[in-house]
């Protein structure tokens, strides 16, 4: 793929989700052709016969997996993927991964030795996770409980997500085979992250620290299932001890502007009234 975008079509799993719906609309910004792909438009990472025709005449893919790109069934299913996709002729694909994830190397791996033309996105912890999915529910009722003890966090606005992965698929060679770390600007705890909220709407909100295990309890009252509750005990005991507690300066090198800040963030929301009760 050229630095010329023009007629270029490019596959966006997860387009309904936080991080592809945004890279869909950069994607169109950008000039591309977006082809959509969601449970919504018959695509489902769980079912094989749905890959060929969301593959078919496309330039290059974004690839998210769904519930964790370190989920047991994630190595299989992308390396499966981009091999169908490297032998329809859609060599271009960016993969979106976790920063500092161990259990997500396997799946970057199955990735590169696809013979896809890859790029790795290693991203730190989403700030929309603050506004969209399972969270939201516990701060629009004052109080955030999570697993995270005091550790510090580059929370990342993923908008900035998807300007790299666009950028990525629009620069030619130059992100071919490589692994691009990227984090916001700079360092908050979660207790911190949560005063920033309370701040930006003029409520106030608390944040309540728990173990992985007892954060576990929970979701499993919520009615998770119990395989999942177990990935997700595992992940935050490992992913939340300290070991992103540093910033890369890679989305400004790729983007050539600083990453949004988690109170523009927070401002932004809280004036759509993200957090209302």
């Not at 030795?113 to 996105?121: H, I, K, L």
Request: negative net charge.
């Amino acid at each position: 793929m050229t630095e010329n975008t023009r007629n270029t079509t490019v596959l966006v799993t997860g387009a309904s989700g936080r991080t592809g719906s945004r890279v869909a609309e950069a994607a169109r910004a950008a000039g591309l052709t977006v082809r959509a792909a969601s449970r919504a438009t018959g695509f489902d990472w769980a079912d094989r016969a749905s890959w060929a025709a969301a593959l078919a005449g496309a330039d290059a893919a974004y690839l998210m997996y769904p519930t964790d790109v370190g989920s047991p069934a994630a190595a299989g299913a992308v390396g499966t993927l981009a091999r169908e996709a490297v032998e329809a002729g859609v060599r271009r694909l960016v993969l979106l991964s976790s920063r500092g994830e161990e259990r997500a190397r396997p799946t970057e791996e199955a990735l590169k030795e696809s013979g896809a033309d890859w790029t790795v996105v290693r991203a730190a912890w989403f700030a929309q996770n603050f506004s969209e999915g399972p969270l939201v529910e516990g701060l629009r009722h004052g109080e955030l409980v999570f697993p995270a003890g005091e550790v510090r966090e580059p929370f990342i606005d993923v908008r900035d997500i998807a300007d790299v992965v666009v950028t990525a698929l629009t620069a030619g060679e130059r992100y071919v085979g490589r692994t691009l770390d990227i984090t916001g600007p700079r360092l908050l705890t979660f207790r911190e992250a949560v005063a920033e909220i309370s701040a930006a709407t003029g409520g106030t909100f608390t944040y309540t620290p728990v173990s992985a295990r007892q954060y576990g309890e929970n979701l499993k009252a919520f009615g998770v299932p119990p395989e999942e509750v177990d990935f997700l005990v595992d992940l935050f005991e490992s992913l939340l001890d300290g070991r992103n507690a540093h910033l890369s300066a890679e989305v400004r090198q790729i983007l050539g502007r600083a990453p949004h800040d988690f109170s523009e963030f927070a401002r932004e929301n809280a004036a759509a009234g993200v957090w209302k009760a």
